[in-house]
Each structure stands twice: as C-alpha cells, then as structure tokens.
C-alpha cells in the first residue's frame, strides 16, 4: 500500500534524495568509468605513436649499422692495405733472403718467487 500524499503539499527533501541517489551514483558510476576508459584508450594510442617512432628509429640505426660494417670490412680489405702500404708510404716486400728466422729459447726453469714477510716490503 502506497501512502497517498495531501495536494498541494511538497515532499520532503529526505523523500527527494532517497529517490534521486540511487540514480544519481549509478550515472556517477558511469561517468567514471567511461572516463577511465577514454583515458585508457588514450594511453594505448600514446604507447602506439611511442612504439611506432622507435621501431623506425631501430630501422634506422639497423640501416647505418650495416652500411658501417660494409665500410670497415671494405677498409680492413688487405689487398687495398698493400696497395696503401706501396703507393702512399713507399713500402715493399723484403727482398728473398733478407728476412732471418729465430727459433724459440729453451724455456729456463721457473725462479722461485719471493715471499712476502711481515713487516718488510
């Protein structure tokens, strides 16, 4: 059974927010969220243009990483380093005969090492 209210008599302001709260936190409740997910959608937008600029940053420096491997391996080539050696610095190879050979030493025996006394340096 509802109770019928007089006419001409205003509800209490108890009576309005007891009917307007409940739907009032539940849009609350919805602003919230779709707010968080705006701001989620936001931030993975953000990371994409992140991740996108640096994987053509890595091409990049990919790019110039190869062509410096190419350039010190052609550099380091030894027919262009004899060719360098020859024409800018006047070298040649030694004449036959010229170059002398010398075999290894006898290994001597092992002197002892000094010890460490204390006190002594």
């Given amino acids: 059974m509802t109770r019928q209210r007089p006419k001409g008599r205003r509800p209490s302001m108890g009576v309005v927010l007891r009917q307007l709260l ?3 936190a539940v ?4 602003a919230a969220v779709g707010i968080l997910h705006v701001a989620a959608r936001a931030e993975v937008v953000d990371t994409g243009y992140t991740l996108s600029h640096l994987e053509a940053e ?3 420096l990919t ?3 190869d062509r410096l491997r190419l350039e010190l391996a052609t550099l380091k080539r030894s ?3 004899e060719k ?3 024409d800018s610095l006047g070298m040649a190879p030694p004449a036959p005969g010229s170059v002398t ?3 290894r030493p006898a290994q001597r025996a092992a002197l ?3 010890v460490a006394v204390a006190g002594r340096p």
């Fill in 22 to 24: 409940p739907g009032a």
């Fill in 27 to 30: 849009a609350a409740l919805l």
């Fill in 58 to 60: 890595n091409r990049s």
């Fill in 63 to 65: 790019l110039e990483n």
């Fill in 79 to 81: 027919a262009r380093l």
């Fill in 84 to 86: 360098l050696a020859k």
């Fill in 101 to 103: 050979v010398l075999s």
């Fill in 112 to 114: 002892p090492r000094p």
